[in-house]
Protein backbone atom coordinates (compact mmCIF):
# COMPACT_ATOMS: atom_id res chain seq x y z
CA UNK A 1 0.00 0.00 0.00
CA UNK A 2 5.55 12.08 -5.31
CA UNK A 3 4.24 11.90 -1.89
CA UNK A 4 1.66 8.62 -1.58
CA UNK A 5 0.15 9.00 1.74
CA UNK A 6 0.11 6.03 3.55
CA UNK A 7 1.59 4.56 0.56
CA UNK A 8 4.20 1.36 0.01
CA UNK A 9 6.37 2.08 -2.30
CA UNK A 10 9.11 4.33 -2.00
CA UNK A 11 11.74 5.99 -4.20
CA UNK A 12 14.56 3.85 -5.70
CA UNK A 13 17.14 2.41 -3.59
CA UNK A 14 20.10 0.59 -5.46
CA UNK A 15 21.83 -2.02 -3.80
CA UNK A 16 25.51 -0.61 -3.44
CA UNK A 17 26.97 -1.46 -6.74
CA UNK A 18 25.51 -4.74 -6.87
CA UNK A 19 24.30 -5.63 -10.83
CA UNK A 20 21.23 -7.59 -9.98
CA UNK A 21 18.57 -8.79 -12.23
CA UNK A 22 15.05 -10.25 -11.36
CA UNK A 23 13.57 -12.97 -14.26
CA UNK A 24 9.98 -12.94 -14.70
CA UNK A 25 10.34 -16.67 -13.04
CA UNK A 26 12.26 -15.17 -9.98
CA UNK A 27 10.03 -12.26 -9.51
CA UNK A 28 6.96 -14.35 -9.17
CA UNK A 29 8.76 -16.96 -6.80
CA UNK A 30 9.46 -14.25 -4.36
CA UNK A 31 6.16 -11.82 -4.71
CA UNK A 32 3.88 -15.11 -4.06
CA UNK A 33 6.08 -15.19 -0.50
CA UNK A 34 5.52 -11.44 0.15
CA UNK A 35 1.79 -11.90 -0.42
CA UNK A 36 1.43 -14.83 0.98
CA UNK A 37 3.22 -13.18 4.29
CA UNK A 38 1.75 -9.56 4.24
CA UNK A 39 -1.13 -9.51 1.17
CA UNK A 40 0.54 -7.02 -0.45
CA UNK A 41 0.24 -7.74 -3.93
CA UNK A 42 2.90 -6.85 -6.98
CA UNK A 43 1.47 -6.91 -10.65
CA UNK A 44 3.68 -8.36 -13.61
CA UNK A 45 4.82 -5.02 -14.57
CA UNK A 46 6.47 -3.84 -11.46
CA UNK A 47 9.50 -6.73 -11.81
CA UNK A 48 11.86 -3.88 -11.60
CA UNK A 49 11.10 -2.23 -8.85
CA UNK A 50 10.92 -5.31 -7.07
CA UNK A 51 14.40 -5.69 -8.18
CA UNK A 52 15.31 -2.76 -7.27
CA UNK A 53 14.23 -2.75 -4.02
CA UNK A 54 15.38 -5.85 -2.87
CA UNK A 55 19.39 -5.65 -4.03
CA UNK A 56 20.52 -4.61 -1.29
CA UNK A 57 19.19 -7.41 0.79
CA UNK A 58 20.55 -9.72 -1.97
CA UNK A 59 23.98 -8.15 -1.18
CA UNK A 60 23.47 -7.85 2.65
CA UNK A 61 23.38 -11.67 2.30
CA UNK A 62 26.29 -12.53 0.72
CA UNK A 63 24.32 -13.87 -2.06
CA UNK A 64 24.87 -13.23 -6.37
CA UNK A 65 21.43 -13.96 -7.55
CA UNK A 66 17.35 -13.73 -6.73
CA UNK A 67 17.07 -17.45 -7.25
CA UNK A 68 19.48 -17.68 -4.04
CA UNK A 69 17.26 -14.92 -2.28
CA UNK A 70 14.50 -17.12 -3.11
CA UNK A 71 15.70 -20.03 -1.95
CA UNK A 72 16.57 -18.56 1.50
CA UNK A 73 13.41 -17.79 2.20
CA UNK A 74 12.01 -20.69 1.16
CA UNK A 75 14.34 -22.71 3.69
CA UNK A 76 17.14 -21.00 5.77
CA UNK A 77 16.38 -21.26 9.40
CA UNK A 78 16.65 -17.50 8.93
CA UNK A 79 13.66 -16.86 6.50
CA UNK A 80 11.44 -15.49 8.90
CA UNK A 81 13.14 -12.61 10.22
CA UNK A 82 14.76 -12.13 6.64
CA UNK A 83 11.15 -11.79 4.91
CA UNK A 84 10.00 -9.03 7.43
CA UNK A 85 13.14 -7.58 5.83
CA UNK A 86 12.11 -7.72 2.43
CA UNK A 87 8.67 -6.47 3.71
CA UNK A 88 10.15 -3.35 5.12
CA UNK A 89 12.86 -2.95 1.89
CA UNK A 90 9.51 -3.22 -0.34
CA UNK A 91 7.34 -0.82 1.92
CA UNK A 92 7.04 2.99 2.14
CA UNK A 93 5.59 4.57 5.34
CA UNK A 94 5.05 8.66 4.07
CA UNK A 95 2.66 10.57 5.57
CA UNK A 96 1.64 13.59 6.82
CA UNK A 97 -0.89 14.89 10.19
CA UNK A 98 -4.29 16.16 9.13
CA UNK A 99 -3.97 14.56 5.64
CA UNK A 100 -7.32 14.33 3.77
CA UNK A 101 -8.65 17.10 6.09
CA UNK A 102 -12.51 17.09 4.94
CA UNK A 103 -12.35 14.02 6.21
CA UNK A 104 -11.02 14.61 9.63
CA UNK A 105 -13.60 17.90 9.64
CA UNK A 106 -16.21 14.74 9.43
CA UNK A 107 -15.11 12.71 11.95
CA UNK A 108 -14.82 15.39 14.35
CA UNK A 109 -17.99 17.29 13.73
CA UNK A 110 -20.18 14.26 12.74
CA UNK A 111 -18.51 10.79 14.08
CA UNK A 112 -17.60 11.81 16.98
CA UNK A 113 -20.58 13.47 18.74
CA UNK A 114 -22.79 10.60 17.58
CA UNK A 115 -20.58 8.45 19.25
CA UNK A 116 -20.15 10.71 22.81
CA UNK A 117 -24.33 10.09 22.65
CA UNK A 118 -24.97 6.71 21.77
CA UNK A 119 -21.76 5.64 24.33
CA UNK A 120 -22.27 7.99 27.28
CA UNK A 121 -23.38 5.54 29.41
CA UNK A 122 -20.24 2.67 28.66
CA UNK A 123 -18.03 6.17 28.44
CA UNK A 124 -15.47 4.23 26.22
CA UNK A 125 -14.21 5.26 22.89
CA UNK A 126 -11.72 3.19 21.39
CA UNK A 127 -10.32 3.71 17.80
CA UNK A 128 -7.93 1.63 15.25
CA UNK A 129 -5.67 3.19 12.85
CA UNK A 130 -5.22 0.39 10.46
CA UNK A 131 -1.89 0.69 8.79
CA UNK A 132 -0.72 3.40 10.83
CA UNK A 133 3.24 4.12 8.91
CA UNK A 134 4.65 6.72 11.45
CA UNK A 135 2.25 7.46 13.44
CA UNK A 136 0.81 10.95 12.47
CA UNK A 137 -2.84 9.37 11.87
CA UNK A 138 -3.11 8.29 15.31
CA UNK A 139 -1.85 11.40 17.13
CA UNK A 140 -4.10 13.37 14.59
CA UNK A 141 -7.08 11.24 15.55
CA UNK A 142 -6.11 12.12 19.09
CA UNK A 143 -5.93 15.88 18.89
CA UNK A 144 -9.01 15.69 16.99
CA UNK A 145 -10.75 13.70 19.87
CA UNK A 146 -9.38 16.32 22.48
CA UNK A 147 -10.49 19.43 20.98
CA UNK A 148 -13.88 18.01 20.54
CA UNK A 149 -14.46 18.62 24.69
CA UNK A 150 -16.88 15.39 24.48
CA UNK A 151 -14.95 12.65 25.87
CA UNK A 152 -13.31 14.24 29.37
CA UNK A 153 -13.29 11.44 31.79
CA UNK A 154 -14.08 8.81 29.25
CA UNK A 155 -11.29 5.97 29.14
CA UNK A 156 -9.99 6.74 25.39
CA UNK A 157 -7.79 4.50 23.16
CA UNK A 158 -6.27 5.07 19.89
CA UNK A 159 -4.26 2.12 18.63
CA UNK A 160 -1.83 2.25 16.08
CA UNK A 161 -1.00 -1.03 13.80
CA UNK A 162 1.64 -1.25 11.20
CA UNK A 163 3.69 -4.46 9.44
CA UNK A 164 7.03 -2.60 9.08
CA UNK A 165 8.67 -2.37 12.81
CA UNK A 166 11.33 0.54 11.66
CA UNK A 167 7.98 2.85 11.57
CA UNK A 168 6.82 1.89 14.53
CA UNK A 169 9.39 2.76 16.65
CA UNK A 170 9.25 6.42 14.62
CA UNK A 171 5.63 6.20 16.20
CA UNK A 172 6.15 5.52 19.26
CA UNK A 173 9.26 8.32 19.95
CA UNK A 174 6.67 10.74 18.00
CA UNK A 175 9.01 13.54 17.17
CA UNK A 176 8.86 14.60 13.40
CA UNK A 177 10.39 16.83 10.96
CA UNK A 178 8.90 19.74 8.78
CA UNK A 179 7.34 17.40 6.25
CA UNK A 180 4.79 16.10 8.35
CA UNK A 181 3.64 19.73 9.48
CA UNK A 182 2.56 20.55 5.23
CA UNK A 183 -0.61 21.12 6.61
CA UNK A 184 -0.87 21.55 10.14
CA UNK A 185 -2.15 24.93 11.44
CA UNK A 186 -0.45 27.58 14.17
CA UNK A 187 -3.01 26.23 16.24
CA UNK A 188 -2.23 22.30 16.50
CA UNK A 189 1.61 23.09 16.16
CA UNK A 190 1.22 25.52 19.73
CA UNK A 191 -1.33 23.43 21.71
CA UNK A 192 0.16 19.89 21.15
CA UNK A 193 3.93 19.80 20.36
CA UNK A 194 7.26 20.61 21.96
CA UNK A 195 10.19 22.10 20.67
CA UNK A 196 12.03 18.75 20.07
CA UNK A 197 16.31 18.76 18.79
CA UNK A 198 14.96 16.98 15.41
CA UNK A 199 12.09 18.90 14.79
CA UNK A 200 8.76 18.78 17.14
CA UNK A 201 7.40 16.00 19.28
CA UNK A 202 4.08 15.16 20.21
CA UNK A 203 3.00 16.10 24.16
CA UNK A 204 2.51 13.69 26.47
CA UNK A 205 -1.10 14.51 27.53
CA UNK A 206 -1.96 13.02 23.50
CA UNK A 207 0.85 10.34 23.38
CA UNK A 208 -1.17 8.91 26.61
CA UNK A 209 -4.04 7.87 24.56
CA UNK A 210 -2.28 6.18 21.94
CA UNK A 211 -0.12 2.86 21.33
CA UNK A 212 1.46 1.26 18.68
CA UNK A 213 1.87 -2.66 17.67
CA UNK A 214 3.18 -4.49 15.00
CA UNK A 215 0.47 -6.64 13.24
CA UNK A 216 0.11 -7.83 9.80
CA UNK A 217 -3.63 -7.56 9.15
CA UNK A 218 -4.07 -10.61 7.68
CA UNK A 219 -2.94 -12.32 10.67
CA UNK A 220 -6.15 -13.93 11.98
CA UNK A 221 -5.41 -15.49 14.75
CA UNK A 222 -4.25 -12.05 16.52
CA UNK A 223 -6.80 -9.76 15.29
CA UNK A 224 -8.99 -10.58 17.98
CA UNK A 225 -6.93 -9.14 20.26
CA UNK A 226 -7.45 -5.58 19.62
CA UNK A 227 -10.95 -6.34 21.50
CA UNK A 228 -14.14 -4.35 19.56
CA UNK A 229 -13.99 -1.17 18.64
CA UNK A 230 -15.78 2.03 17.33
CA UNK A 231 -13.89 3.46 14.57
CA UNK A 232 -11.63 2.18 12.03
CA UNK A 233 -9.21 4.11 9.69
CA UNK A 234 -8.09 2.11 6.95
CA UNK A 235 -7.01 5.12 4.44
CA UNK A 236 -4.59 4.28 0.96
CA UNK A 237 -4.01 0.99 2.64
CA UNK A 238 -6.86 -1.34 0.51
CA UNK A 239 -5.18 -0.58 -2.92
CA UNK A 240 -1.91 -2.77 -2.73
CA UNK A 241 -4.03 -6.11 -1.51
CA UNK A 242 -5.50 -8.33 -4.07
CA UNK A 243 -9.16 -8.51 -4.31
CA UNK A 244 -9.33 -11.72 -2.13
CA UNK A 245 -6.97 -10.16 0.93
CA UNK A 246 -9.52 -7.21 0.40
CA UNK A 247 -12.15 -9.41 1.38
CA UNK A 248 -11.09 -11.09 3.35
CA UNK A 249 -9.85 -7.59 5.65
CA UNK A 250 -13.24 -6.29 5.27
CA UNK A 251 -14.82 -9.08 7.55
CA UNK A 252 -12.43 -8.62 10.09
CA UNK A 253 -13.24 -4.63 10.59
CA UNK A 254 -16.63 -5.76 10.36
CA UNK A 255 -15.74 -8.69 13.01
CA UNK A 256 -14.19 -5.60 14.89
CA UNK A 257 -16.09 -3.15 14.96
CA UNK A 258 -19.19 -2.52 17.76
CA UNK A 259 -22.35 -2.26 16.07
CA UNK A 260 -23.01 1.19 14.96
CA UNK A 261 -19.22 1.56 14.76
CA UNK A 262 -17.43 3.38 12.12
CA UNK A 263 -15.27 2.87 9.03
CA UNK A 264 -13.17 5.34 7.00
CA UNK A 265 -11.53 4.70 4.14
CA UNK A 266 -9.42 6.43 1.81
CA UNK A 267 -10.62 9.09 -0.94
CA UNK A 268 -10.02 6.32 -3.40
CA UNK A 269 -11.20 3.51 -1.79
CA UNK A 270 -14.59 1.92 -1.20
CA UNK A 271 -16.43 -1.02 -0.61
CA UNK A 272 -18.45 -1.60 -4.14
CA UNK A 273 -17.98 -5.42 -4.76
CA UNK A 274 -16.32 -6.54 -1.37
CA UNK A 275 -19.08 -6.19 0.98
CA UNK A 276 -22.66 -5.57 1.71
CA UNK A 277 -22.53 -6.09 5.11
CA UNK A 278 -22.18 -1.93 5.43
CA UNK A 279 -24.66 1.33 5.68
CA UNK A 280 -23.21 3.63 3.51
CA UNK A 281 -23.48 6.70 5.54
CA UNK A 282 -23.59 10.18 3.85
CA UNK A 283 -22.02 13.06 5.89
CA UNK A 284 -21.46 16.35 4.82
CA UNK A 285 -17.85 16.12 3.65
CA UNK A 286 -17.32 12.86 3.00
CA UNK A 287 -19.16 8.85 2.57
CA UNK A 288 -18.23 6.76 5.12
CA UNK A 289 -18.88 3.03 6.50
CA UNK A 290 -21.04 1.93 9.81
CA UNK A 291 -21.88 -1.17 10.50
CA UNK A 292 -25.62 -1.29 11.62
CA UNK A 293 -26.70 -1.30 15.25
CA UNK A 294 -28.30 -4.13 14.85
CA UNK A 295 -25.59 -6.33 13.64
CA UNK A 296 -24.47 -9.65 14.91
CA UNK A 297 -21.75 -10.02 17.29
CA UNK A 298 -18.89 -12.20 16.84
Same mark, same amino acid.
Given at each position: ?S @??P???? *? /??????? @?????S??????IRD? @??R?????? $? !??Q?Y?V?R????R?A?????????YW??? =?Y?????A????????LT???? #???? &?????????N &?V?P?????E???RS? *????A???T???V? $?????V?? $??????? !? @???????I? =? %?V??QA?R?????? +???????? #??????DD????AQV? &???R???S??H?N????? %?L /??L?????IF??N?????? +?? +??????? =?F? &???? /????L????S??????? $??FE?????? !??V???????? *??
Amino acid at each position: MS @VRPKGLF *S /PDRMGGG @VDLRLSPEDFRLIRDL @VERASGIHF $T !DDQVYLVERRLRDRVAALGLETFQQYWQFL =RYDSRAAAELEEAVEALTLNET #YFFR &EDYQLRSFQN &EVLPEIARRERARRSL *SIWSAGCSTGEEVY $TIAMLVRE $TGLFEGW !D @VRIFGNDIN =R %RVLQQARRGVYGRS +AFRVTSDH #YRRRYFDDHRDGAQVR &EEVRAWCSFAHLNLLDEE %RL /PLLGRVDVIFCRNVLIYFD +AI +ARHRLIE =RFY &ERLQ /PGGWLLLGHSESLLHLS $TSFEIVHLRE !DLVYRRPLGGA *SS
